[in-house]
């Protein structure tokens, strides 16, 4: 076997997948087809650039890195890793209250000093009975693109808590990772105590997580063990993780805070285009690829709006009254990537069923795909936007349209017709 084949034959599944579900599901693109295609076939360019789509889960050694620290930690050598506990063998971690500043009882804190702190093992053991598992799309609020989608997997983050047996005065929850042993250096985040004990919204709990796509946690991904808050901006999923800081004080201590970030903002909904040709010739049909990140808003609709340059409507900064067409959002897809042991998604992930299909689809906090095959033009330059639409209507940039609490701006790409 070629190391392209599991690649093509993902590529062949994807196709076939489109073909099959756009007769019912893309009628109203297919409004928009050229008079040539026929309803249960696709234009051979739109196949083409849907073949060559990225897989829903992200291959290991293609999740985008956003790491803080000189040494960067990943990066030390092994025997700096085994000396301060980025190794599954040396792994510790300290689950103690700020007695400083809070009144927070614990009547059975976890600290290196006297022998209680969490090791791996205590963890696989907790976790034998505790793991859970999700998909989600990790993406950093500012950098705004996606870094990888993954299925990860961990032990709620309240089963250590419930452990250390707090009595009363817990409002947050403080935490951070291994820094070099540098304070200049910490990367710390936070939560509200409630978020941590109950999951609201039907969200998977916020996990200790110790496996990304079914393999151990690598050292870049933040392991041994990494925070992982399933509906939160990356910089909330800390990772080299070596405490937790109970506390009674009621403010976010994150770093992110710095850099006038909203740090209590959950994922939004947005799309973006992955392949958009750069020049098509007039009265051709034009194929375009994209994908969207479905937020805690779920989503209901990816739409396209190609408008010559220059002839946008006026006073109207979101588009609200351009002539947007809807896309096809793909189907799930037959087979998941992401280097998955088996090519299975690991038995018991939430959102799916016992045989591996999404209980619902397009998966909320994960990445998905879409696609379009837009009428011919005129020779002239175009503007060519994508946006979504949420499970409640609401159209890209709102609900919350503001920079610092995430990107959801409308994406514009240039487009020559000759
Ligand atoms: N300890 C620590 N955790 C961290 C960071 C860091 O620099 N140090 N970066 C955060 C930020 S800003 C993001 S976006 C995510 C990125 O996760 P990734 O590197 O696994 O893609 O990790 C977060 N966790
Ligand atoms: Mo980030």
Redesign the pocket.
Known sequence: MSPLDPFLSEHQLLTRRFFLSVGAAGASLIAAWPRTARANELAPELAEAIGKLESFLTPLDK???????KPL?HSLPPEKKTEVGLTRETWKLEVVSDTDKSVTRLKKPMKKEDGTALDFNGLMQIAETHAVRFAKV??????GCP??TGIWEGVPLREIIWRTQPVENLRRVFY????NDDPGQM?R?SLPIGRVFEDPYDLPPVILCYKLNGQFLSP???GPV??VVPEA?????????SHIVLTNLGFAND??IDGNNDVDSPLKTWAATLSVPKEVAANQPIPVTGYAQVGISGLSKVQVWICPKGQEPENDPNFTTAKWTDATILAPPKVWGGDLPDGKIPAGTQGFEADGSPKTWPMRLSKIHWAALLPGQPAGEYTLRSRTVDEKGQAQPMPRPFRKSGHAAIEQVSLVVK
Do not use: A, Q
């Not at 901006?233 to 993780?241: A, E, T, V």
């Open positions: 999740f985008r890195d956003v790491s803080r620290g930690p990790m993406t950093c609020l500012n950098i870094l990888g951070y990772g291994y820094h990367f985040s870049e991904r933040g990494r925070v901006y990356g910089f909330k999923s800390i990772k080299w993780l770093t992110y």
